[in-house]
């Protein structure tokens, strides 16, 4: 297991790496269509789990699909601030350090991701219980991040 860095931390680490690329431009459809997708992730996850039995294993589904909307958000988000990232990890440390207006967590999104991964590179499901420990959580930052990136838009 890769070793905890703070917020700073792994700003400065991803920062020293090169991954934040500057772009020329704001992309409105791209934002626009990413948005997009990210609500239907967003709709899909609350189908899913709507009648899911707490037993059931599909609750790892229901956690990288409104992982995966969370990402789209943030990456969406930041094309305002003209800067693409290809980490999720410097993502999420771009995010909390260049707007700290939004009062974002950098340890909500460390627990979120390092789930995420769990379930994706080293065989750790979820459960009911562990998405009801993020899922209030996950639903206000979704709805804060898509509330900013359309005031902008």
Not at 27 to 37: A, G, P, V
Request: with cysteine; net charge positive; hydrophobic share 35%.
């Amino acid at each position: 297991m890769p070793k905890y860095l703070t917020q700073k931390e792994a700003f400065q680490k991803h920062k020293k790496e090169g991954r934040f690329i500057v772009t020329e431009g704001i992309d409105l459809e791209n934002i626009k269509s990413t948005l997009f997708i990210a609500e239907g992730d967003i709709e899909s996850a609350g189908s899913l789990k709507k009648n899911l039995p707490k037993e059931s294993r599909q609750w790892n589904s229901v956690y990288k699909l409104y992982y995966d909307a969370l990402h789209e958000l943030a990456e969406a988000f930041l094309r305002f601030d003209k800067v693409k990232i290809d980490n999720h990890q410097a993502l999420f440390a771009y995010l909390c350090e260049k707007h700290p207006e939004l009062e974002l967590s950098w340890d909500f999104f460390e627990k979120l991701r390092t789930k995420r991964n769990g379930i994706n590179y080293y065989g750790s499901p979820i459960n009911y219980q562990d998405w009801k420990e993020v899922e209030i959580q996950f639903k206000l930052y979704l709805n804060k991040i898509k509330e900013e990136i359309k005031k902008k838009i």
